[in-house]
């Protein structure tokens, strides 16, 4: 079997527990407006022009993004950093793009990694069925869930997908008790308003199980320029970076509501 994939970050501290190796899969069924991997969402392998720059001269070379890899390709690159693993606590993290808009090979590598005892987190937007999200999260050590907008008319506008399923999908990964994070981007003017915070920790504080923990992820711009690039519409280009230290105070609510919560991935 064979997987489309965008990238693989080694030595990755942010996407879980321990050093890891951070496989991108491509191809991804939302469009969030303030997207930061914008090359992560057709899931076709494309050939997109690239500005270089020699001397006094710049010229365009095409690249090709994406690559189509085997599930040996790809277990023999994740256990080839199997020591840093072991020695962290670390492991692999699937992510994207949205992982399970590749179901069959995800299952493939995540089934391959635990039986080679390698720790795995899968990074997901749950907007998938509720079937294979559970199928998957039975076999994963840790499920990262985005919890992005919580108005639903809102979460269309900026994500192009209702949150019904997400918040359903959310509400069954808590019922079965599969360890889980949420991790909330925080978008000035669109989540990071008063009424998204408070309904977010209404819709939490409510859930059977709790999260075992919650990141605050600050918006951030640098990806303005892969929009250019790729041709794709970017409605935050001129919105400033959010600091770390912006979202101090905004952990106040979650802690005071009994969660542990954390300022970046
Ligand atoms: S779910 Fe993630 S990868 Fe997909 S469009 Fe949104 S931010 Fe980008």
């Not at 994500?159 to 000035?188: A, C, D, H, W």
Request: proline share 5%.
């Amino acid at each position: 079997m064979t997987g489309t994939i965008f990238d693989i970050k080694k030595f990755a501290v942010h996407d879980g527990p321990g050093i890891r190796t951070t496989v991108f899969f491509k191809g991804c069924p939302l469009r969030c407006s303030w997207c930061h991997n914008p090359e992560s969402i057709n899931p076709a392998i494309v050939d997109v022009p690239k500005a270089q720059k020699v001397g006094n001269s710049s010229f365009v070379q095409m690249e090709t993004v994406g690559k189509e890899m085997t599930a040996d390709e790809l277990m023999h690159e994740i256990l080839s950093d199997r020591v840093f693993m072991e020695e962290s606590g670390g492991g692999v993290t699937f992510s994207g793009g949205e992982p399970f808009l590749q179901y069959g090979f995800l299952l493939e590598m995540v089934n391959r990694c635990r039986s080679e005892g390698v720790h795995t987190v899968v990074d997901t937007s749950a907007f998938t069925e509720t079937e294979n999200l559970m199928k998957i999260a039975v076999l994963t050590d840790l499920l990262l869930v985005d919890l992005k907008v919580m108005d639903d008319v809102l979460h269309k506008k900026y994500t192009g997908v209702s949150n019904e399923r997400i918040l359903y999908n959310i509400q069954v990964i808590s019922e079965n008790k599969i360890p889980f994070r949420i991790r909330i981007p925080v978008i000035p003017g669109v989540s990071f308003t008063d009424s998204n915070i408070m309904a977010a920790i209404d819709f939490l504080a409510t859930l059977p199980e709790k999260p075992v923990g919650i990141d605050l992820l600050p918006f951030h711009n640098t990806g303005n320029h892969k929009y250019e690039r790729f041709g794709l519409k970017n409605v935050f280009r001129d919105v400033p970076s959010l600091q770390s230290t912006d979202l101090e105070e905004l952990k106040n609510p979650f802690n005071e509501a009994g969660f542990d919560v954390h300022v970046g991935g």
